[in-house]
C-alpha cells in the first residue's frame, strides 16, 4: 500500500499493513538556530499531507549526547538546522504553488520502532553528512521506503560528510546503487522543466561570498560541483533524492530576505514542488 493511500485514511486508524495507530500530533523542538519561531496563522488546522522532518541520531553521539552552544542551551542535534522558519517557509510556498492540501507547520518524526512514520508520506533530512543511523533505525528507514515513502536529504558537502552519509544509507540499502539523475528524468519536469540547474548555496554566502561551502577541512575541496542524485525501487520510482553539495533548507529559509538571490530560492523552490508532486504522481 502506498503511503499517500495510507494519509488519506488517517482518520479511520488505518496504517499500511493492518496495525491501527493515529498520527501523533504537532509538537515543536528546540533548534540549533531558533529557540523560539512563531507558530503561522491557522497552523492546528489539518490536512491531507504534510512534509515531515527526519530526527536522526548523528555523529555527536548516540543517543543524543548533550552538548552545549554558545547560548548556553544543550546541543539540540544536526536534524534541527534552519528549524523551523525553512519548514514553514517552504510550507507557504507549497500551499501558493500547487494544489496540494498542505498544513502550515512541519512534523517531526523519528525512526523509533513505532508505526507513527508511516503516517508520513514525505521526509526531509538535512545534514545528512552528519547522521550516523544504527541498524534498528536503518532498518525501519528502508522499511518505510520501500512501502512507497519518499525521502529527500540535503545540506552536505564534500568528500567526507558524503562518506557520512553513505556509510548509513549503505545500511538502508546495501543492494541498490545511489544514481546520477540526468536532466530528461521525469522528477524534473512535472511541474517545471528545470533542464537548467545550478548549485544553491546556503547563508554561508553572505559572509564568504561563495556558492559552494569552504572550511578548513581540505575534503570541502570535492565541494564545489552540485550534484542531483536518487536511489529507485524495483518499479523504477525515484523513493530517494539527494542533493549532494547545496543548501535548499537555506534557500527557504533565506527566501524573505532581499540579500539571497532570487534565482536561487526560486530553483529551491522549483525543486522542491517537482518532488513533491513526482512522489504524488508516481
Known amino acids: 500500500m502506498r503511503l499517500r493511500t495510507v494519509l488519506l485514511v488517517a482518520s479511520l486508524g488505518l496504517a499500511a499493513g493492518s496495525a491501527v495507530i493515529a498520527q501523533r500530533p504537532f509538537k515543536e523542538y528546540p533548534g540549533i538556530e531558533y529557540d523560539h519561531f512563531p507558530l503561522p496563522s491557522g497552523w492546528e488546522q489539518k490536512a491531507e499531507w504534510t512534509r515531515a522532518r527526519l530526527r536522526y541520531p548523528d555523529i555527536v553521539g548516540y ?38 492540501e498542505t498544513r502550515s507547520v512541519e512534523q517531526v ?9 508511516y503516517n508520513w508520506p514525505v521526509l ?12 534498528e533505525q536503518a532498518k525501519q528507514l528502508r522499511e518505510y521506503l520501500l512501502r512507497g515513502g519518499f525521502l529527500m536529504v540535503d545540506d552536505f558537502h564534500g568528500l567526507r560528510e558524503w562518506q557520512i552519509f553513505t556509510a548509513s544509507m549503505n545500511k538502508v540499502f546495501p543492494d541498490r546503487q545511489i544514481e546520477d539523475l540526468e536532466s530528461n528524468n521525469p522528477v524534473f519536469h512535472t511541474i ?24 578548513s577541512d581540505p575534503d570541502y575541496r570535492n565541494g564545489k560541483e552540485p ?26 529559509e533565506h527566501s524573505d530576505e532581499p540579500e539571497y538571490k532570487e534565482e536561487w530560492a526560486g530553483l529551491a523552490y522549483k525543486i522542491a514542488m517537482n518532488y513533491f508532486i513526482y512522489d504524488l504522481t508516481h
Open 124 to 135: 526531509y533530512g538535512v545534514e545528512v553528512g552528519h547522521w550516523l543511523l544504527p541498524d
Open 63 to 100: 543517543p543524543f549526547r548533550q552538548l552545549t552552544l554558545q547560548d548556553g542551551r544543550d546541543f539540540p542535534g544536526y536534524w534541527t538546522f534552519d528549524y523551523p522558519r525553512s519548514d514553514r517557509h517552504l510550507l507557504e510556498g507549497v500551499r501558493r504553488l500547487t494544489r496540494i
Open 192 to 215: 517545471y522543466d528545470l533542464d537548467r540547474r545550478f548549485q544553491i548555496p546556503g547563508a554561508q554566502y553572505f559572509d564568504s561570498g561563495l556558492t559552494y561551502e569552504k572550511g
Open 109 to 117: 518524526v523519528s525512526l523509533d520502532s513505532t508505526s507513527d512514520i
Open 227 to 252: 550534484h542531483w542524485r536518487g536511489i529507485y525501487d524495483d518499479k523504477g520510482r525515484l523513493m530517494v533524492v539527494i542533493c549532494h553539495n547545496m543548501d535548499l533548507g537555506d534557500a527557504w
